[in-house]
C-alpha cells in the first residue's frame, strides 16, 4: 500500500539521518535556540498547491522527533514543535490560494512557547479541500495574539476576526 511504502521510506531516511549524524531535534535538546521573527509574506498567489499552502510551525522531517513527513495522514504519527523554537511578528497579505488539495494550513505552535503574532491581512483560500481539518479549515494549536484582517477567508480558528464582510454579489470597486 501507499502508507505502508511511505512508512518504510520514512524509517529509512530516519536511519540514514541518525548514521549521519544530523542534528534538529538533538540541537534543541542541548540548549540551542532558533528564532524566526518579523516576516512578511506579500502579493503572492498559489495555484493547485498539492501539499500545504500555508504552514506555519515546525518543519517536515524525517530525523527522529521531527514532525513526521506522514503527519497527519498516518495513524500514530506525530508533530511534536520544539519548544527552544519562537515564532512571532509572521505577516501573510495579499495571499491567494486557489484549488489546494488540501485543507487551508497548518499554525502549530509549542504549548510552552506559543507563535506570537500572526498576522493574516486578506489571505484568501478559494476552493479548499475539506482533508483533513474539514470545517476549521486550519490545524491551529498554540498561537497568541493572531489576527485575521482585510478579506481573510477562511479565518483560522484560533485568530480573532477583525475581517471586512463581504456583500455577496457585489463587484468589488
Same mark, same amino acid.
Given at each position: !500500500?501507499?502508507?505502508?511504502?511511505?512508512?518504510?521510506?520514512?524509517?529509512?531516511?530516519?536511519?540514514?539521518?541518525?548514521?549521519?549524524?544530523?542534528?534538529?531535534a !538533538?540541537?534543541?535538546?542541548t540548549?540551542?535556540?532558533?528564532e524566526?521573527?518579523?516576516?512578511?509574506?506579500?502579493?503572492?498567489?498559489?495555484?493547485k498547491?498539492?501539499?500545504?499552502?500555508?504552514?506555519?510551525?515546525?518543519?517536515?522531517a524525517?530525523?527522529?522527533?521531527?514532525?513526521?513527513?506522514?503527519?497527519?495522514?498516518?495513524?500514530?504519527?506525530?508533530?511534536?514543535?520544539?519548544?527552544?523554537?519562537?515564532?512571532?511578528?509572521?505577516?501573510?497579505?495579499?495571499?491567494?490560494?486557489?484549488?489546494?488539495s488540501?485543507?487551508?494550513?497548518?499554525?502549530?505552535?509549542?504549548?510552552?512557547?506559543?507563535?506570537?503574532?500572526?498576522?493574516?491581512?486578506s489571505?484568501?483560500?478559494?476552493?479548499?479541500g475539506?482533508?483533513?481539518?474539514g470545517?476549521d479549515?486550519?490545524?491551529?494549536?498554540?498561537?497568541?495574539?493572531g489576527?485575521a484582517?482585510?478579506?481573510?477567508?477562511?479565518?483560522?480558528?484560533?485568530?480573532?476576526?477583525?475581517?471586512?464582510?463581504?456583500?455577496?454579489?457585489?463587484?468589488?470597486?
Amino acid at each position: !500500500s501507499p502508507a505502508a511504502a511511505l512508512l518504510a521510506l520514512d524509517a529509512e531516511a530516519q536511519e540514514q539521518q541518525q548514521e549521519m549524524g544530523a542534528g534538529g531535534a !538533538s540541537e534543541t535538546a542541548t540548549g540551542m535556540s532558533a528564532e524566526i521573527s518579523d516576516v512578511m509574506y506579500e502579493n503572492i498567489v498559489i495555484h493547485k498547491p498539492t501539499q500545504w499552502s500555508i504552514w506555519v510551525g515546525p518543519q517536515q522531517a524525517v530525523y527522529a522527533g521531527a514532525c513526521s513527513l506522514l503527519w497527519p495522514w498516518v495513524p500514530g504519527t506525530s508533530c511534536p514543535v520544539p519548544r527552544l523554537v519562537s515564532i512571532r511578528g509572521i505577516s501573510l497579505r495579499n495571499v491567494t490560494v486557489v484549488d489546494p488539495s488540501y485543507s487551508a494550513g497548518v499554525l502549530l505552535g509549542n504549548e510552552l512557547n506559543p507563535i506570537r503574532n500572526i498576522r493574516f491581512d486578506s489571505v484568501t483560500v478559494y476552493n479548499e479541500g475539506s482533508i483533513p481539518w474539514g470545517e476549521d479549515s486550519y490545524k491551529c494549536e498554540h498561537v497568541l495574539g493572531g489576527f485575521a484582517v482585510g478579506r481573510t477567508s477562511p479565518v483560522p480558528p484560533c485568530f480573532r476576526n477583525g475581517t471586512v464582510p463581504q456583500a455577496s454579489g457585489v463587484a468589488d470597486s
